[in-house]
């Protein structure tokens, strides 16, 4: 049967009022990235911040330079030269200069000299007196290493471990995780990969009461969210970023952290539900403004976690067959 004329401009007028709802809710995303993001301007609050994300894009540059299986000795003059100046404008802004950024900085112009010194290449005439004192230790690691030894019964536990996790919704309400176990699921969650190394995620922590809050801002858990006692919110902190070409990288690295998190928890034996904030900027600066979660920090998503209740059931979630998924060029 064909659509009336009535019909068809009501059809009209929804997609056009959801246009223009997308077109706003673009905009207001736009307007926050761009009053946090380095790249628009020197906002005084976010100074130091913006100057350490510098560091951090110009220090792994080099890094990266310098595990090159083709590796040019004196590479990189115009990026080196940079770095040192960073650290002078990190140091002349007020910049702690134990900090671990700027730290990795000094760690990573030390490790490009080393490199060349043991090339016999001379670099003196690029890296000023005292940034290389051997004598002087870097509280960070920084520059290149040998990667560490996989085996294949390592590989092969992975793949058992990974296809073992769940997402749970029926949680003990006896125990609450540690602190503890929780800061070292943090600590495992941030290998992950990062762009140019400028680890954005930050994690927001909330118990009993206080976890309760967060997720009655979140409309994924009814029937089970009363269970759970831990309540995790992943950012981005979007100071860090540069340029509208990274507008959505906030997005992508908190993904990545995430999955990193929600198995370092299964690793700890914590079982963990993911939760969407796929909301409008109304609820956004809601939940924001109850978890006094920064403007310059971007909410990825909310990760419900707990000891899963003594005979737990979880969904199968069947996953369709791997050739839906893959694409040979």
Not at 236 to 262: P, V
Not at 285 to 308: D, N, T, V
């Amino acid at each position: 049967m064909k659509m009336s004329l009535l019909a068809r401009l009501k059809k009209k007028c929804r997609r056009a009022l959801e246009w223009m709802k997308l077109q706003r809710e673009s905009a207001l995303d736009a307007h926050r990235y761009f009053c946090s993001a380095s790249w628009a301007g020197p906002a005084k609050k976010h100074e130091l911040t913006h100057i350490e994300s510098d560091l951090i894009k110009h220090y792994h540059v080099l890094e990266k330079g310098l595990v090159m299986a083709d590796f040019r000795p004196r590479s990189g003059v115009a990026i080196l030269k940079r770095l040192i100046v960073l650290t002078s404008i990190w140091k002349d802004a007020g910049g702690d200069e134990n900090e671990f950024h700027f730290q990795a900085a000094l760690a990573v112009i030390k490790s490009y000299h080393r490199k060349h010194h043991n090339l016999n290449i001379d670099v003196s005439d690029l890296i000023p007196p005292g940034f290389c004192d051997e004598d002087e230790i870097c509280k960070v690691d920084a520059g290149s290493k040998l990667p560490n030894e996989i085996s294949a019964d390592d590989l092969a536990k992975f793949d058992r471990f990974a296809l073992s996790r769940h997402s749970v919704r029926q949680f003990s309400l006896d125990r609450v995780p540690e602190h503890a176990l929780l800061t070292s699921a943090v600590e495992v969650a941030i290998s992950a990969p990062s762009v140019c190394n400028r680890q954005t995620w930050r994690v927001h922590l909330y118990e009993g009461e206080a976890a309760q809050k967060m997720l009655s801002f979140q409309n994924g858990n009814r029937g089970f969210g009363h269970l759970i006692p831990t309540v995790a919110i992943v950012t981005s902190d979007m100071r860090l970023f540069g340029g509208g070409g990274e507008r959505y990288q906030g997005w992508i690295e908190g993904g990545l952290f995430s999955m990193n998190f929600l198995l370092a928890l299964h690793a700890r034996g914590l079982s963990s539900v993911a939760l969407n904030w796929s909301r409008l900027n109304k609820d956004d600066r809601l939940l924001r403004a109850a978890a006094k979660i920064p403007e310059h920090e971007r909410i990825i998503m909310l990760i419900g976690c707990g000891y899963a209740s003594e005979g737990h059931e979880v969904t199968c979630s069947p996953r369709s067959p791997v050739s839906q998924f893959i694409k040979w060029h």
